[in-house]
């Protein structure tokens, strides 16, 4: 299989904080193209009804492989994965899903003191998918769950450009910073792809220096060791398409787009 003929890798996101995903599996795939999809049209998913959103995604994926017939399909949003991944598996067994579910098993692993936090959206905080993590990988620790509500939209904000107030933005991550018996908080999992284009500001806000973890390129890994290798690489020619379900992304995310080597259709 030369690499003409290999099928595009789908990324999925309910906005653009997939791209935290997709740059790290543009290094580890570079024989590969990608259609990154951002479901803008139903951003922030934290707010909404499980039900709801389950069908809004199982839905939307049977559109997307009908039309893009992809090698595997990574969805780069836990809030999306912890609560739908298992249903996406099951509507469509032949396609491979590479989920995003919250770094909790390499933070309690690394932890010195024993204090993680899990920043989040609501929607993952709530989720038994994440408590059993914590159970089964972290029983050991003490485990904080910060869900934001405004953290998606504020990287949404910063990551085109717009300038954000860093009050605000301390009163979401300052709940994460604990104290405990001569102990602090150590590591921060950032349990949403959007949070890791803020750690520069977050490291600069943070009340002292914790370790913020990215999951990114533990995602990008773990897609690489599912996808086959083909016999021969050959240059890639074009940009790679993004889809955005709104069909009306502003101009800030159009060039936002165009740096990432990605073309809107």
């Not at 740059?23 to 909404?48: K, N, Q, S, T």
């Not at 993680?116 to 904080?144: E, M, N």
Request: charged letters at 25%.
């Amino acid at each position: 299989m030369t690499t003409s003929e290999l099928k595009p890798i789908l990324v999925f996101d309910s906005g653009i904080g997939g791209l935290t995903v997709l740059r790290e599996a543009r290094v580890l795939m570079p024989e590969r193209h990608f259609i990154y999809v951002a479901d803008d049209a139903g951003f922030p998913y934290g707010g909404w009804e499980e039900g709801a959103l389950k069908e809004r995604v199982i839905t939307l994926f049977g559109e997307l492989l009908a039309a893009h017939d992809p090698e595997i399909c990574i969805i780069a949003c836990n809030t999306a994965f912890t609560l739908v991944g298992a249903d996406l598996r099951a509507a469509y067994p032949q396609m491979t899903f590479v989920g995003t579910v919250p770094a909790i098993k390499p933070a309690a692993e690394r932890t010195r003191s024993g204090l993680v936090s899990v920043l989040a959206t609501p929607g993952t905080v709530k989720r038994a998918y994440t408590r059993d993590l914590i159970q089964s990988f972290a029983s050991q620790c003490h485990v904080r769950l910060v869900g934001s509500e405004n953290l998606a939209r504020m990287a949404e904000a910063y990551i085109r450009g717009e300038k954000l107030d860093d009050e605000a933005v301390l009163a979401e991550i300052a709940p994460c910073f604990v104290e405990r018996d001569g102990k602090k908080t150590d590591i921060v999992v950032l349990a949403c792809t959007h949070y890791p284009f803020m750690a520069n500001v977050f490291r600069r806000l943070a009340p002292w220096p914790v370790d913020w973890l990215d999951p990114a390129e533990a995602i990008a890994r773990r897609a690489r060791s599912l996808v086959p290798l083909p016999n021969g690489l050959e240059p890639l020619n074009g940009e790679d398409p993004a889809i955005f379900t709104s069909g009306r992304p502003d101009f800030a995310t159009r060039r936002l787009m165009q740096g990432f080597g990605l073309t809107i259709r």
